[in-house]
């Protein structure tokens, strides 16, 4: 039985020459859980916010929405807010109370729900989240991803037949973004829940899914099974989509490229990598050998520091616990630095701590004179105050001390490295989450920082603004500056940064190259390596592998 039924939907935001929907008609049967994917700014949240009535944004629209047979503005309005939830990108634009109770009793206030049910929905859901030890904190003392938890289990109490997930796991640490990803698995087979999740950290969703939709341009570019859809991307589809496919699937397709013809099942997790390289070991001769070469590492330069931590210790209330415990670290020119740890270690306070936002009650945060720090936060909408995209770079510009000619150079530069040139002329709240991130990373830079401090700057970008993106910080070190980032993309951090660092308990636990680092560890670390580690331990990405695989053709 269907539940959702879009018939030739197209929608036009304000001001807009392209419409972010374009003629979408498709059907998602009761119980399927689909995975949405494509570029920032292909209408995969538009799409999501159409099909939550009561998130409709504002525009020209054309089409029809059925839910379980009713054109969606026509359902009662405890059916339209009961039984279809959704979870926003960003956690902060879904909470509204004070505290954790508080928030997770609110959406059962509102739909009348008696005082003995809503206990009992509350202790059920805190239980199987593990939120007891955060009922009564006060909400923005919440990391980024625990309030991303709490925004689900609010939207869980009111037991929805349809869940509706924009880019949920983008805060969560990788343990507990599988974990996340499980949960939602659980409640798709238990439950039989309908699951619409728009996602571009595909490792753990897609194995997941039933059904992928990819969207391109407001249109549905291919629809089909997970397999289906690493099929056509090795085919006929493009290598550019081969990016959204998890790690397993894309070794799969370059060694099978590579050694003239696919071999076997595709495989989707690491499990069924492992086993598929084991398998096609003869057709490929080529399986990796115990002791190979460790990945290649730049020269390291002269190492001058530009911001010491020494003992750094911080609290957020006089009787509160210690955030970070005599922290000890140091940021260099020239350096690209990736910050990990799990959600609520202190890694937004460390960043914060550096960017002078926050002062050490004991120790010290300390840079030379004349060096400046710009900080990126986790929510790109805290940096916006005017109608457009183009007003923002503009105002920044002109708040940086650069001349016009300079600042129309500057914002231009920074407007084609970050592709936003379709939307110049756009609200900032009307783009997508990832145009977001771009924006405001590139009003940071307006500032010509000395030392870049970045919180999660990869959220919401797709695999080419990714990219991109790891090229402009890259040119970045190389003029000398130092940039550092919070992040729980680990295949991004292994892929890019020059160095790696484990928040934990307050400090520092581990540190080194990202071969070293992420070779030691067991979660923390990608997907790749956890296939082939036990023959390529230093192995961290496709290439990695591919450029083992080719030195063993050579010397065959």
């Known amino acids: 039985m269907e539940i959702v039924r879009a018939h030739e939907l197209s929608f036009l935001y304000p001001g807009e020459e392209r419409p972010s929907l374009?003629?979408?008609s498709f059907t998602i049967k009761e119980g399927e859980f689909v995975v949405l994917c494509g570029p920032s700014g292909s209408g995969k949240t538009t799409l999501l916010r159409h099909l939550k009535r009561e998130l409709t944004p504002v525009g020209e629209g054309s089409g029809t929405i059925y839910y379980k047979g009713t054109e969606l503005p026509l359902?009662?309005?405890e059916t339209a807010a009961g039984e279809i939830g959704m979870v926003f990108q960003n956690p902060e634009a879904q909470i509204v109370m004070e505290t954790v109770w508080q928030e997770l009793a609110f959406s059962m206030e509102n739909l009348g729900l008696s005082?003995?049910?809503?206990?009992?929905?509350?202790a059920e859901m805190a239980g199987l989240f593990g939120l007891?030890?955060?009922?009564?904190?006060?909400?923005?003392?919440?990391s980024g991803g625990q309030k991303q938890l709490v925004n689900l289990a609010s939207v869980l109490l009111l037991h929805p037949r349809l869940l509706l997930l924009d880019e949920p796991t983008s805060q969560l640490d990788p343990v507990a973004a599988r974990e996340f990803m499980y949960l939602l698995r659980r409640l798709n087979e238990e439950l039989s829940m309908t699951v619409i999740l728009s996602e571009h950290r595909l490792e753990e969703a897609l194995p997941l899914a039933d059904r992928v939709l990819l969207m391109e341009k407001g249109r549905i570019a291919a629809d089909g099974s997970p397999r289906g859809i690493v099929r056509a991307a090795g085919s006929g589809l493009g290598e550019e989509h081969q990016a959204y496919l998890p790690a397993a699937s894309r070794l799969f397709l370059a060694l099978s490229a590579a050694a003239a013809g696919p071999h076997g099942t595709i495989p989707l997790t690491v499990r069924e990598g492992k086993r598929w390289l084991e398998s096609a070991a003869g057709a490929l001769s080529y399986w990796p050998g115990p002791g190979a070469s460790p990945r290649a590492h730049k020269p390291s330069r002269a190492r001058e520091t530009l911001l010491e931590c020494r003992e750094a210790s911080f609290r957020y209330e006089k009787d509160g616990p210690e955030i970070l415990k005599k922290l000890d670290f140091s940021l260099h020119r020239g350096e690209l630095t990736a910050i990990l740890g799990g959600n609520g270690a202190g890694k937004s306070t460390l960043l914060q701590l550096m960017a002078g936002l926050l002062k050490p009650q004991r120790g010290r945060a300390a840079m030379p004179k004349g060096v400046t720090a710009g900080y990126l936060a986790q929510n790109p909408l805290l940096y916006f105050s005017h109608d457009t995209v183009s007003e923002e770079l503009r105002h920044m510009a002109k708040h940086a001390g650069l001349s016009a000619s300079e600042g129309e150079r500057e914002v231009a530069s920074l407007t084609r490295a970050f592709g936003l040139e379709g939307v110049l002329g756009s609200h900032p709240h009307d783009i997508s989450g990832g145009e977001q991130q771009k924006t405001a990373l590139a009003m940071v830079l307006l500032l010509r920082p000395d030392i870049l401090l970045l919180d999660e700057p990869t959220k919401g970008l797709d695999p080419g603004a990714k990219e991109h993106l790891a090229e402009l910080l890259q040119a970045l070190t190389e003029d000398g500056k130092s940039v550092t980032f919070v992040t729980h993309d680990?295949?991004?951090?292994?892929?890019?940064?020059?160095?790696c660092a484990l928040l934990f308990d307050g400090s520092i636990a581990a540190e080194g190259t990202p071969d070293a680092f992420f070779g030691a560890n067991y979660f923390y670390?990608?997907?790749?390596?956890?296939?082939?580690r036990d023959r390529l331990p230093q192995a961290l990405t496709v290439e990695d592998v591919i450029a083992d695989w080719q030195n063993f053709v050579s010397r065959s």
């Open 132 to 142: 007891e030890p955060l009922l009564y904190k006060p909400v923005h003392e919440l």
């Open 490 to 499: 680990v295949e991004f951090a292994a892929r890019y940064a020059s160095r």
């Open 75 to 77: 359902l009662p309005p």
């Open 525 to 532: 670390t990608t997907a790749v390596n956890r296939m082939v």
């Open 22 to 24: 374009d003629g979408l």
């Open 115 to 122: 005082p003995s049910v809503m206990r009992g929905r509350l």
